[in-house]
């Protein structure tokens, strides 16, 4: 991709907090947060933020992290 202001190559990059956390952005109910990402100019600094398009593995990703954890019961121990 090339920036609009000045037609040198832009670079991606993801966006993270400093603890390493992906930073997202709000979506709907049906949907969820989706991660940014950044195209960022190295020449005159223009940068452009995308939200992460709903794919299946995203989905997944989001069902999997909402999904209820099961806990079976502890089992007894055999009397001697």
Not at 25 to 34: E, H, Y
Not at 38 to 54: K, N, R
Not at 55 to 69: L, N
Request: glycine fraction near 8%; include cysteine.
């Amino acid at each position: 991709m090339q920036c609009p202001k000045c037609t040198n190559d832009m670079m991606t990059s993801a966006l993270v907090t400093q603890l390493g956390g992906e930073i997202m952005v709000a979506g709907t109910l049906a949907t969820g947060p989706r991660p940014l990402s950044a195209q960022v100019c190295s020449a005159c600094g223009y940068t452009e933020l995308y939200a992460a398009q709903f794919t299946d593995d995203v989905r997944q990703a989001q069902a999997a992290e909402s999904a209820p954890i099961l806990e079976s019961a502890p089992e007894g121990v055999p009397a001697a």
